[in-house]
């Protein structure tokens, strides 16, 4: 099924990295805040390809302006206040994909939706690297995993999947458990996203011998946290995809590390952070992960 219209809110490294190879079979808008001027580019090895996109404004939106489909790739914390940005322009039946490091709570987005709007969590270690306000590099071929969120998305999830991913997205596949898709990337996200930060190194410095204590023990303290929640995720399963993941993007900043360099807010309290307070829910303590939080926080506030 061809040209499909797909916006993509969010022109960050995953949204223009996605609305790349979305173009290449479908129409695709990016929205953007702010007024962007001229074309998106993608740079894959030496290739700059400009982005097949028309581009609009999100706040110049009116209520003849339909969505349909809407990927949502912002920060964890932007979450909320991006998909009320677009929910009044949704259709009766509109599709929304998110994906974001870390977890976040989706009881706000999912009560807002009606019974035949459907919402899916997008999970990608494709390594991309946005190196200019409008060029993002490709940095590494990683996974995506499309999960279904609410009701509607498990029953249009296969039909939805090969229309829109199937030709598009190479190494893309359905996940059927969107709750341990969800701790997976969170896994991987605590692995590499703090260190890279705190060190400022990429992805791949992270496969040295002198950072995998670091590594075993925020994840350690994270599966036995999983393991009270009754999410089954092993130390060596959650090690496995880690390392898979780092040297998947071994040539690849983390947003995170990016963050922490150009002094912008991080995702660390939908990483770190989720495992710390709900170690706290549990009367426990997360002593690796609340020292991280509050390590990166403290970056964030000197930066």
């Avoid at 009560?111 to 494709?126: A, E, P």
């Amino acid at each position: 099924m061809a040209n499909i219209h797909i916006h993509i809110l969010g022109a960050g490294a995953v949204g223009l990295s996605f609305g790349f190879h979305l173009s290449q079979h479908h129409q695709i808008t990016l929205l953007t805040r702010n007024k962007q001027k001229g074309a998106f580019y993608y740079q894959e090895n030496e290739t700059i390809t400009p982005i097949a996109a028309n581009i609009a404004d999100l706040t110049n939106l009116t209520p003849q302006d339909t969505i349909s489909i809407c990927f949502i790739c912002v920060k964890a914390y932007q979450l909320v206040d991006a998909f009320n940005a677009i929910q009044p322009f949704l259709t009766p039946e509109a599709k929304i994909v998110i994906s974001h490091n870390g977890i976040t709570d989706l009881a706000e987005i999912t009560s807002k939706l009606s019974k035949t709007q459907s919402l899916y969590f997008m999970s990608t270690s494709r390594g991309a690297l946005k190196t200019s306000s409008n060029t993002v590099i490709q940095t590494g071929i990683g996974a995506t995993y499309l999960g279904a969120c609410n009701t509607d998305a498990e029953s249009n999830i296969d039909t939805f999947y090969k229309a829109v991913f199937a030709e598009s997205i190479s190494h893309s596949a359905i996940h059927n458990d969107i709750t341990l898709l969800r701790w997976q990337k969170l896994m991987v996200n605590i692995a590499i996203n703090p260190l890279t930060a705190l060190h400022q190194v990429q992805n791949g410095q992270l496969l040295k011998p002198n950072y995998a204590t670091q590594v075993m023990n925020l994840l350690n303290e994270a599966c036995f946290i999983a393991g009270k929640l009754g999410i089954n995720i092993t130390l060596a399963q959650a090690l496995n995809s880690a390392y898979t993941v780092m040297r998947q993007t071994r040539s690849n900043n983390s947003s995170m590390a990016q963050d922490i360099k150009l002094g912008r807010k991080t995702e660390i309290d939908a990483i770190c952070g989720y495992i710390a307070s709900e170690a706290e829910k549990l009367g426990l303590d997360a002593p690796y992960n609340r020292t991280m939080l509050e390590e990166i926080v403290r970056l964030e506030q000197t930066s």
